[in-house]
């Protein structure tokens, strides 16, 4: 057993506020029904343990959740797992993705509208397309008069 709670009715979102993806998505799931636990880790610290379990449930490395992009210069060649793990801990913007938990699975998210396909949460119609179905233009309402 693991040591992220893991939970069929709550949506867990690990992310950066200093990434554009990770404010993305989090816009996306702030308006579902069910308990999100955004999770930003410039201000709430996980555990090496907790980026150990979520690697392994990504099937990668710890060192595959950085961006490496934004480590020019430094030969990390001959880094290990705490090496990682000392980067992510001090260094918040370097996640290359923000991670997104439900139940048992677990997946890096590299577009914010893709959070909702993984959680599956009704995007209110967005499949709706005008050219397959007619617009709805009647009145919806009784007693009510908007236009005079």
């Not at 990434?19 to 993305?24: F, N, T």
């Amino acid at each position: 057993m693991g040591v992220i709670a893991r939970d069929d009715r709550e949506f867990t979102l690990i992310y950066s506020h200093s990434s554009r993806v990770g404010k993305h998505a989090l816009a996306y799931l702030q308006g579902i029904d069910d308990k999100l636990n955004a999770v930003d880790i410039s201000k709430t610290k996980v555990s090496d343990t907790q980026w150990t379990e979520i690697a392994e449930a990504l099937h990668c490395k710890v060192g595959d959740l950085i961006d490496k992009r934004l480590l020019e210069g430094e030969d990390t060649s001959d880094y290990g797992t705490d090496d990682w793990l000392k980067i992510l801990q001090n260094n918040h913007e370097v996640l290359s993705h923000p991670i997104a938990i439900h139940g048992d699975k677990t997946k890096q998210i590299s577009n914010g509208p893709d959070v909702l396909k993984f959680f599956g949460v009704d995007s209110a119609g967005i499949e709706k397309t005008m050219h397959t179905d007619a617009p709805n233009i009647k009145k919806t309402t009784s007693g009510e008069d908007f236009v005079k």
